[in-house]
């Protein structure tokens, strides 16, 4: 079982719907949960970070963490066609010594 | 202020050749990571430098592949006779501490013919 899991899409929606990004853990241990974006040809950055149970919001972003499931999403509101990326998942741990990156969901927003 | 740079931003070389990548992290960061993306792939963690602890080097993929970093900043990713796998985009993070947010350069480009 891989440590981080996301479905690597694409995800596609329309402009102005809300776009919904999963990812689920392994490591019981994970405290807190970095989210990067990443847009083609270039580097991540980050754009959520959580490391209580229940959701955060910033702005049009949300992100929820579930710890007793393993569980970590983000809430992407009124989509816009700029959102179009890949979504990392990177969460930390008790005794990782760096984040461990899934591989991404590529979201795409249809004008 | 300046964010984490990375030289070249590309570099074509032929197989069997040794390549140095570098890496100057954020002013202040103590903790500097290298990774690998390859062309669709996620991001492969190779090394972590923090402060004057030992390297974390569980990620790196063969011992063609070594990194230092001196005087806790700079830091130079050396690859030694290149293969046509290790094409990648090989990017530099780094971060004021362990676990904390990480702040990416804009990566080096490699490919290996």
């Known amino acids: 079982q891989k440590e981080v899991e996301q479905n690597s899409g694409p995800l596609s929606v329309p402009e102005g719907a809300i776009a919904s990004l999963n990812c689920t853990y392994s490591?019981?241990?994970?405290?807190?949960f970095f989210w990067y974006r990443q847009y083609s040809g270039k580097s991540p950055e980050l754009i959520m970070f959580i490391y209580s149970n229940g959701d955060k919001e910033d702005g049009r972003f949300t992100a929820q963490l579930n710890k007793a499931s393993q569980y970590v999403s983000l809430l992407i509101r009124d989509s816009q066609p700029s959102d179009s990326a890949t979504y990392l998942c990177a969460p930390t741990g008790a005794g990782r010594r760096a984040l461990t990156f899934g591989s991404g969901t590529r979201l795409q927003v249809q004008p | 202020g300046a964010g984490v740079s990375q030289s070249p931003s590309n570099k074509v070389t032929e197989k069997g050749k040794d390549v140095e990548l570098r890496c100057d992290p954020i002013?202040?960061?103590?903790?500097l990571y290298w990774y690998r993306q390859s062309l669709g792939q996620g991001l492969e963690f190779l090394i972590y430098?923090?402060?004057?602890?030992?390297?974390?080097k569980s990620g790196l993929p063969s011992d063609r592949f070594s990194a230092e970093r001196t005087g806790g900043s700079v830091s130079t990713l050396t690859i030694q006779r290149t293969q046509q796998e290790d094409s990648a985009v090989y990017l530099c993070a780094s971060s004021l501490g362990q676990q904390e947010t990480q702040y990416f350069g804009p990566g080096t480009r490699l490919l290996v013919l």
């Open positions: 002013s202040g960061h103590t903790a």
């Open positions: 490591d019981r241990g994970s405290q807190s």
């Open positions: 430098f923090q402060g004057n602890s030992a390297p974390d």
